[in-house]
């Protein structure tokens, strides 16, 4: 992931008597540069450490260019994986699946049988490629989306197709989830 950052350069400082001062009237930082920042750029950083030259940057960049760059790597679900989503980002990916199954993990942090089947539910994601799988933590920002999907008790499946929630298991069983996700896959 590629994200473009503004980059400012310390502004050269000269010394009047004992008191340094910057050059810039304005502000220490100067002379600003558009770059795009990738991650795992070390070997460049070091290669300007080795140089001699100033690492001290400072960088800045747009809100909104940051919330653009993390919603695209977000509306994406990983065949094989269990994609964690929120109330801004389920029914995007919903969407994108298409006429694909979709299985919605509905959980909390606290919930004792959410942990026990979390790693079930893993298992079953590498198992049914063909279907995606997703998970939501019913926390305080994701509750209009939980209320909107009618959940009562975690852990609570939702069997979605074609966008639209067609089977629910309720509760950490895991043979029912799996009943349902082949009924809806052969459907």
Not at 107 to 128: E, H, N
Not at 133 to 147: E, H, I, R, S, T
Request: aromatic share 6%; proline share 4%.
């Amino acid at each position: 992931m590629a994200l473009q950052v503004q980059v400012y350069r310390p502004a050269p400082r000269t010394s009047i008597g004992s008191v340094v001062q910057n050059s810039s009237s304005q502000s220490p930082w100067s002379t600003k540069h558009s770059v795009v920042c990738v991650t795992g750029d070390y070997h460049q950083l070091m290669k300007r450490k080795e140089r001699g030259l100033s690492m001290r940057w400072r960088a800045k960049a747009s809100l909104d260019t940051t919330a653009a760059a993390a919603s695209a790597s977000e509306d994406v679900a990983v065949v094989g994986k269990v994609t964690e989503v929120n109330k801004d980002t389920f029914w995007p990916i919903v969407k994108a699946a298409g006429d694909k199954t979709v299985v919605l993990d509905m959980y909390t942090q606290w919930c004792g049988p959410c942990k026990v089947i979390a790693p079930k539910f893993q298992a079953l994601s590498q198992k049914y490629v063909d279907v995606v799988f997703l998970k939501l933590d019913c926390n305080q920002d994701n509750k209009p989306l939980a209320k909107e999907l009618g959940i009562k008790v975690v852990p609570t499946f939702k069997i979605l197709k074609d966008s639209k929630i067609v089977k629910e298991v309720t509760g950490a069983k895991f043979d029912d989830l799996v009943v349902a996700i082949e009924n809806t896959r052969s459907s």
